[in-house]
């Protein structure tokens, strides 16, 4: 590896050991074994750097979960939408535990938003196209023949992604099920007495 790549490296590790926002250039340079002048040439400044490495760990995290697409292994997906939608969330709760440095980033990030104009435009992209992703996984859409249809669909598996891992990280006793999660929403869509 050369310095960009090391230097990407050793900020992910520090993203998630320390934060972004107690992430110093001087601890990525240590993570790295790199220099502070690398920062500046290959990144342009530390928070652009610290922004590719989130992203590169929230895309790294959507891999390993993936499942069903060109993406996440080979595991066949039931048939049916309600046991696929169920299977799919049973390997999402099971990194739950793995997941949650990556989990506890994001919440981080999400809270600095307001003030870092910068940050918010560099995850806006990913996160439509993870919507995508996240749609065509769990459900199988394809998102070129269908675009709307798997973007709304995105949308709410996001949204209750995001919920469930919440859920998770403060009380992982209540936390759903993928067979709660399978049974709420057989009431939601009236299937359900």
Known sequence: MGHKEDLLEGAKRCLLEKGYGRTT?????????????????????????????FLALTEEWGDRVSIGDERG????LPADPYERFRAVWARLI???????????????V??????DEKLREAIKEPQREGRLGIA??????????DPEKARVAGLLLQAL?????????VDPETAPTADDLTEGLKVLMGERD
């Open 110 to 115: 999400v809270t600095r938003l307001d003030d």
């Open 161 to 169: 992604a995001t919920g469930v891992m919440i859920q998770w990280m």
């Open 73 to 76: 292994g080979d595991e066949e």
């Open 136 to 145: 065509e996984g769990m459900l199988g859409l394809d998102a070129a023949a």
């Open 94 to 108: 099971a990194a739950a535990e793995a997941s949650r440095p990556v989990w506890k980033l994001q919440t981080e």
């Open 25 to 53: 250039a001087r601890d990525v340079v240590a993570a790295s074994g790199t220099n502070l002048a690398s920062i500046g040439y290959h990144y342009g400044s530390k928070d652009a750097l610290l922004q590719q490495a």
